[in-house]
């Protein structure tokens, strides 16, 4: 499996892998509707939470046996992913038969094809801290065979504060959508922390976006299925089910903490990365919380 590993490019100037600027034409020239629903994250936010989240809420009821017999990722397409052996995202996407069709993208805002600004789509962006995110993304590079290699913690760690992993700079890019929200009404942006205090009122919030009502029993029913421990037993929401991924070495579900970052982060580092932070992070408006 170690041979998939790619390099770590730079594409018009974000750090990337070919495994998702392979079918940059393609993806670029995506045809989005304007029903469509666009997840957007930088990986390792809680693209899989919300997504199995927004799955239940639209099809949960209609379509219970969906939740047996098709994966995660069958259901909410990864739009730019284009690896050996995988079905291309764009391609799924476009075979969704859904509607909404749920969609999910690690895109920077820069990125993302202009059918989905055009069709004016909803779009749910998920943040997480820096912190956790990192740990996270560090773990995830570890056990998944088409990711560059990680290296260790401590080359890890700067490689991270310098926007050198996948998909680029983590201040980046929560910093562009944070910015595109300012001006594009249709960009729902949430944080994982708030997701980990109270799922049920950030359901809630989601649907007031969404334009859905559900009873408080539904949303209660849904925020108990996507609670970790029972996400983390789903085969259908765990990964488990996709072979690049080597759970022997880290599961997909992990541990699903905010504050996981201090049983990695050194006191040197904590202070090297907290005087970056002040430098790189310069809104005041978007604050994240390392713990809860
Ligand atoms: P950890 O590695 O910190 O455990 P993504 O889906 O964007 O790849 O994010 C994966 C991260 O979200 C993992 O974090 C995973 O455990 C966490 N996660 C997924 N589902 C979760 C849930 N239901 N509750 C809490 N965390 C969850």
């Not at 284009?82 to 859904?98: H, W």
């Not at 849904?222 to 970790?228: D, H, L, N, P, R």
């Not at 085969?235 to 903490?257: E, H, Q, W």
Request: some cysteine; proline content about 5%; hydrophobic content about 35%.
């Amino acid at each position: 499996m170690d041979s998939l590993r790619p390099e770590l490019i730079e594409f018009h100037g974000v750090f990337m892998s070919h495994y998702f600027t392979d079918n940059w034409e393609n993806v670029q020239n995506f045809k989005a509707r304007p029903d469509d629903i666009l997840i957007a994250t930088y990986p390792k936010a809680g693209t899989t939470w919300v997504s199995y989240i927004l799955d239940l809420l639209y099809f949960g009821q209609t379509n219970p046996e969906r939740q047996s017999s098709i994966p995660i990722y069958d259901r909410v397409p990864f739009l730019e992913i284009f690896v050996p052996s995988i079905d291309a995202g764009k391609d799924l996407a476009d075979r969704l038969q859904t509607s909404p069709r749920l969609i999910k993208t690690h895109f920077p805002v820069q990125f993302v094809p202009k059918s989905f600004w055009e069709q004016n789509c909803r779009i749910v962006y998920v943040a997480r801290n820096a912190k956790d995110n990192m740990v996270s993304y560090f773990h995830f590079d570890r056990m998944n065979n088409v990711q560059p290699e990680p290296g260790d913690w401590s080359n890890y760690f700067h490689r991270f504060m310098e926007g050198k992993t996948v998909f680029g700079s983590w201040y980046d890019h929560v910093s562009g959508w944070w910015e595109k929200k300012q001006s594009y009404s249709n960009l729902h942006y949430m944080f994982y922390e708030d997701l980990i205090e109270d799922t049920g009122r950030e359901i809630d919030k989601l649907c007031n976006f969404l334009g859905m009502s559900p009873s408080a029993e539904e949303v209660q029913r849904v925020a108990g299925s996507v609670q970790f421990d029972n996400m983390k037993k789903n085969s259908m929401a765990n990964y488990s089910t996709l072979p690049v991924m080597d759970f022997k070495i880290s599961p997909f579900m992990r541990k699903g903490k905010v504050g996981d970052w201090k049983n990695h982060f050194t006191v040197a580092q904590n202070k090297e990365f907290d005087e970056d932070y002040k430098r790189k992070m310069k809104d005041p408006s978007l604050q994240f919380r390392t713990e809860i």
